[in-house]
């Protein structure tokens, strides 16, 4: 008990501004919420042994702006929604899109976004972040039939890029991109015929056997296959019951996400990262193919032609220290 009262002064050293009272109805509902999470981690002394469970769920968070910041730096199991029942745990995750800037201050602007930035935090600002012209050629065909994934067949594959994981990290990957498939999560939207050609066309090209069109599950699959390898060293490190994982994406042009972004970012939602995409210009640049819908909080005045400076994790003694304990 006295370990999680230490690490909640400390939480407040961030400088979030937690613990104030407010005569706006905003800042009183923050408020509110922030006293009933403290109340929650004061209440629940939790301890998990390393990666003491197998399997993992995650559910989308419903939040108010101000709540973002204090929940992206404390372990999901103090979030609302958590639970474990036998060997599952339910994640509670981020998926939200911050559009505008507070203040109309850039230089706030990105110091916020740097605190945010932890030893679990992937960076996203050079667009678009899945590259597909350093894919395999998959036989994807052959891993998706009748609606039906073959795991096996994905797992015997030449180019199989998770052998290296850990057994109950190979199986949830596996698992999410079933779920990914069966759920409808992703679907292509197309403003004429030419594009939809000109994309299947794109994508034919590294697949070994092509079909013509292939299909949205065939991309699926072929891109999740295709993860970069600095996301598999964050999934190997990934311990359902302890931080999670997180993703930050930063769109400060009028660029739209591609479906392969889209792709791979409700991909690694659904294994439980947090996702926060950051959009100072306040288009609709990230929507274009998430079927759900994304939570979208509107907290300044629109931002046009910045340019991300570079943002990367610094390592801070308070950091190591709460992740330890």
Request: glycine share 4%; with cysteine.
């Amino acid at each position: 008990m006295s370990g999680i009262k230490k690490s909640l002064r400390e939480v407040n050293k961030l400088g979030l501004n937690f613990g104030k009272q407010s005569n706006n109805a905003e800042d009183t509902i923050a408020f509110q919420k922030q006293n009933e999470f403290y109340q929650n981690m004061s209440d629940e002394n939790i301890v998990f042994k390393s990666h003491q469970y197998k399997y993992a769920n995650s559910v989308p968070l419903q939040t108010i702006y101000e709540e973002i910041s204090l929940l992206w730096n404390t372990e999901p199991k103090y979030r609302e929604n958590f639970k474990v029942e036998g060997d599952t745990v339910t994640i509670p995750v981020l998926f939200a899109k911050i559009s505008g800037v507070a203040e109309a201050s850039m230089a706030k602007y990105w110091t916020n976004i740097r605190k945010l930035c932890t030893a679990d935090t992937i960076v996203i600002k050079d667009l678009p972040f899945v590259k597909i012209e350093k894919s395999f050629k998959l036989n994807v065909e052959n891993f998706y039939r009748n609606g039906i994934l073959h795991r096996e067949k994905i797992k015997i594959d030449k180019h199989y890029p998770f052998g290296l994981l850990r057994l109950d990290m190979q199986e949830h990957i596996l698992n999410k991109m079933e779920a990914l498939l069966e759920g409808n999560l992703i679907i292509p939207k197309f403003d004429d015929l030419t594009t939809k050609q000109n994309l299947y066309s794109l994508f034919s090209q590294f697949f070994s056997k092509p079909k013509s069109p292939p299909v949205i599950e065939h991309i699926i699959i072929s891109t999740i296959l295709n993860l970069d390898k600095e996301v598999l060293k964050y999934l190997q490190e990934f311990d359902f019951g302890k931080f999670n994982p997180k993703v930050i994406y930063i769109n400060t042009s009028q660029r739209q996400i591609t479906l392969q972004d889209s792709i791979v970012l409700m991909f690694l939602s659904l294994l439980g990262f947090d996702i926060l995409f950051f959009v100072p210009t306040g288009y609709a640049s990230i929507e274009n193919y998430f079927t759900q819908g994304i939570l979208e909080h509107q907290v300044g005045k629109y931002v046009y032609d910045a340019k991300a400076p570079n943002i990367r994790y610094k390592k801070s003694l308070f950091y190591k220290f709460y992740k330890t304990n």
